[in-house]
């Protein structure tokens, strides 16, 4: 098959709003810029599928002292707090910057439109509950957002390279000089070599089942890996209930919006088991209703008005999101008259961890920084701190990373690699492709995916069902990864991305086993409380020669919040029986 | 499988679904410049396809359907 070699300053993998703004942020400052999506940059990543943007501003009347209080307590004192003050001091002018790229936003009387520097939009605010105070959030205004960033991209002078997936990284003297892949479509051989590189390709995801998160298979946390790379915050991931007959997506998000009180939810029992529904935990909830045998879940209908949600709901399909009225018709759903099942799924590790950075956005391996999803700000602590704050750190990171990665190019002359180097990369490359026997992707995806979903793995953990699914996993690496096949180039993608769900899914296995305490949304059954006199500590894992190191480092004594209280202060979320 | 057809009389051959998929799912099939349903199996009900073609040439039923145990 014929290859493409091409030569930039700045390569960025990956097209969601983290990479746009790297892409944009670099070309600002003069430099030669190349973005590789191994979708379309437009209609791919998770941001595309995003409708909030968390914006912060001290003249709206934001508090900063209470959001940095809020990060810290929803994020269970794991929070960075360094990345707390970026991106919550950053997000006005990211939101300025977007505004000025052509992304609408609503406006405060409810229409879509293109606030001026000093007005307020349209923002959201949370009802204060004990567990949450301030979220503040404006929401985009067109559904095609990501199209519109493209354009600025290209605008700005950017290269833009599509269905190019990137597998590894070009590695030099102890440094990053750009990254190998091919074409998702021809199969063509791609050899970028760059003076610094960007990865901003999203979260593990295990292609997981839920809406907006289904093509990320943390391609770029793990290539980094393997380069050398550390990784943080790997053990913390996100499951989510799904409704059964749409099984990608959740229908309460418009619900709230409209004045829906309380969620009803009942087990197979007839017992509502949540009396007020916390933001944060009730994921973790439902799933030990279901370990308690008290399954299967409804959700008893709704009762809002049906014309109102059906509006709400329209304004969700012309902004983002699924077009849940569709899929609900469709699956002959009718939430208002109604009770629907709702079940577990397992997202994978985004928002939180990833590869470990510094406030510059670089990683440890010279030359090589991160953005979005991909990157491991910790800004969340162990969870999900607010609606709009991923494509607010998506848009902070990367515009800083797109900045430092300049600079670092700046002083970079030879980042050459010779034909040896190019020979062994092309063999990792196609591997897959020039195998005649082995095990296709969709078998070890499969497998994949059913040992990491099911409720009693990543949900509610125990160290035997951890070790047994990390038992599962090594002999997917060592059996099926170095035998897999794929007969094409769209095979070929999915070849390399269970490649790098097999290895990702050890590092969040080990990781998980390793942390041994409860926090946040990380549910250890045999480890059932935080844990502050051993845990107020991150997880990091890197690769030592073939071994991977775990060890975990002390959060500063600051980002701690107050010791001194009686733990169910201090941890307004409980799980249940504690 | 979540997508279910690309109505061919319908479809009009411009790409939006071949550009906007984000699995690769919809090929564009040069010989009758239509677009075509290549990897049904990767599908994951995105609904990118369906709400941007711009003649209402394709439907996608809302259940992935098979890989999270219920949980009970």
């Known amino acids: 098959m014929s290859e493409r070699r091409l030569e930039t300053d700045v390569l960025v993998i990956g097209g969601g709003l983290a990479g746009c703004f790297a892409a944009v942020r670099a070309k600002e400052l003069n430099s030669d810029v190349t973005l590789v999506e191994k979708n379309y940059v437009g209609k791919s990543g998770c941001s595309h599928y995003a409708r909030d943007f968390m914006v912060f501003k001290e003249d709206w009347g934001d508090n900063f002292d209470e959001w940095m209080q809020q990060f810290s307590q929803i994020g269970e004192y794991l929070a960075d707090r360094r990345w707390d003050e970026i991106i919550l001091r950053e997000s006005f002018q990211r939101f300025r910057d977007l505004i000025s790229w052509g992304e609408p936003f609503y406006k405060k009387d409810g229409t879509v439109g293109f606030p001026e520097p000093g007005e307020e939009p349209f923002r959201l605010a949370f009802r204060k509950t004990k567990y949450r105070r301030t979220a503040v959030i404006s929401k985009f205004g067109a559904r095609h957002k990501m199209l519109i960033a493209r354009k600025k991209v290209i605008d700005s002078g950017c290269k833009i390279l599509d269905r190019i997936m990137i597998t590894d990284l070009l590695e030099k003297d102890g440094r990053i000089v750009g990254a190998a892949g091919f074409h998702t479509r021809t199969g063509e051989f791609y050899l970028i070599e760059a003076k610094a590189t960007v990865i901003s390709s999203g979260g593990l995801g295990f292609r997981s089942a839920r809406y907006g998160r289904q093509f990320n298979a943390g391609e770029g946390m793990t290539m980094g890996y393997r380069a050398g790379a550390e990784l943080t915050s790997m053990e913390f991931g996100q499951g989510m209930y799904v409704v059964k007959e749409c099984d990608t997506v959740t229908v309460d998000g418009p619900v709230a919006e409209i004045g829906q009180k309380r969620d009803r939810v009942t087990n197979a029992k007839g017992e509502e088991f949540l009396k007020e529904i916390p933001h944060i ?151 897959p492709l020039q195998r005649q026997g082995g095990f296709s992707p969709d078998h070890v995806l499969m497998r994949i995916q059913q040992t990491i979903f099911p409720y009693e793995i990543r949900i509610v953990m125990h160290e035997k069902r951890l070790q047994s699914a990390l038992t599962m996993i090594e002999f997917f690496r060592d059996h099926f990864v170095p035998n897999l096949r794929a007969s094409n180039a769209h095979d070929l993608r999915s070849a390399h991305e269970v490649r790098s769900m097999v290895l990702g899914a050890e590092v969040m296995l080990r990781a998980a086993l390793f942390r041994t305490e409860s926090r946040g949304w990380f549910y250890r059954e045999d480890y059932p409380r935080r844990d502050d006199k051993n845990w107020l500590k991150w997880v990091l894992v890197r690769k030592e020669g073939e071994k991977m190191k775990i060890w975990a480092e002390p959060v500063p004594r600051e980002y701690r919040g107050d010791t001194s209280l009686p733990y169910e202060v201090r941890y307004p979320l409980q799980y249940g029986e504690e | 499988m979540p997508i279910e057809k690309i109505d061919t009389e319908r479809c009009n051959g411009c790409e939006i679904c071949v550009d906007g998929c984000p699995m690769d799912v919809i090929r564009f099939d040069e010989e009758v410049k239509k677009a075509l349903i290549k990897y049904p199996k990767d599908c994951i009900a995105c609904y990118n396809c369906e709400e941007d073609c711009p003649v209402g040439a394709i439907y996608v039923t809302p259940q992935r359907g098979t890989m999270v145990p219920p949980a009970w």
């Open chain 1, 281 to 431: 935990p009730i994921n973790i909830l439902w799933a030990i209703e279901f370990h308690k045998g008290r399954g299967p879940i409804y959700h008893e209908p709704y009762d809002v008005d049906r014309e109102k949600y059906r509006e709400e709901l329209k304004k969700y399909n012309e902004t983002a999101e699924a077009p849940i009225i569709t899929m609900l018709d469709r699956a002959g759903l009718d939430i208002f008259k109604d009770r629907f099942e709702q079940y577990m799924a397992f997202d994978g590790t985004f928002y939180t961890g990833g590869l470990r950075i510094n406030t510059n956005c670089e990683t440890n391996v010279p030359g090589l920084y991160a953005a979005g999803d991909a990157a491991g700000t910790n800004f969340t602590g162990t969870t999900y701190a607010a609606l709009g704050s991923g494509t607010a750190g998506a848009s902070v990171t990367g515009y800083r990373a797109g900045q430092q990665a300049v600079e670092f190019a700046q002083n970079i002359k030879d980042f050459k690699i010779n034909e040896v180097e190019v020979a062994k990369y092309r063999e990792i490359v196609y591997g």
